[in-house]
């Protein structure tokens, strides 16, 4: 990862250790696959140097590179899973909470009867 750089200092140290877990994984994924580096590079039609970023977690790779690389591995459904609006569990809490208290102040205002 390069040191210093403008997407280093805008990611929590949370997330940049999520992306150097996602790069192993991908680094990972691939090895037990048996595709060298130079393989995959080219079948994602993108440098070496910059799929050996993303396998280090580098956060100047862009998203597109991500998913080049998981398709090609055959993990990109994977990909689909992450930010789903049916699993967001505090989204969905929040979104019943604001629909119950709509619905009250409704029946508030049907309850009043000038």
Same mark, same amino acid.
């Given at each position: 990862?390069?040191?210093? /750089? ?5 990611? /929590?140290?949370?997330? *940049?250790? *999520?992306? @150097?877990?996602? $790069? ?5 994924? +691939? %090895? #037990? ?8 590079? +080219?079948?994602? %039609?993108? /440098? #070496?140097? =910059? &799929? #050996?970023?993303?396998?280090? $977690?580098?956060?100047? !790779?862009?998203?597109?590179? &991500? !998913? @080049?690389? &998981?398709? !090609?591995?055959?993990?990109?459904? @994977?990909?689909?899973? !992450?930010?789903?609006? $049916? +699993?967001?569990? *505090? ?6 909470? @604001? #629909? ?5 102040? =409704? ?8």
């Amino acid at each position: 990862m390069a040191k210093d /750089s403008p997407a280093d200092k805008a990611l /929590s140290p949370l997330a *940049l250790d *999520l992306l @150097q877990r996602l $790069g192993q994984g991908i680094r990972t994924a +691939r %090895s #037990r696959r048996d595709i060298r580096q130079e393989d995959l590079a +080219r079948r994602t %039609s993108m /440098s #070496r140097v =910059r &799929l #050996r970023k993303l396998e280090k $977690g580098d956060p100047t !790779v862009g998203l597109g590179a &991500l !998913v @080049q690389v &998981l398709e !090609v591995l055959g993990l990109l459904e @994977q990909l689909s899973h !992450v930010a789903d609006p $049916g +699993r967001d569990e *505090l989204g969905l809490a929040l979104e019943a909470r @604001q #629909r119950k208290s709509r619905v009250d102040i =409704r029946k508030e205002r049907e309850n009043l009867d000038f």
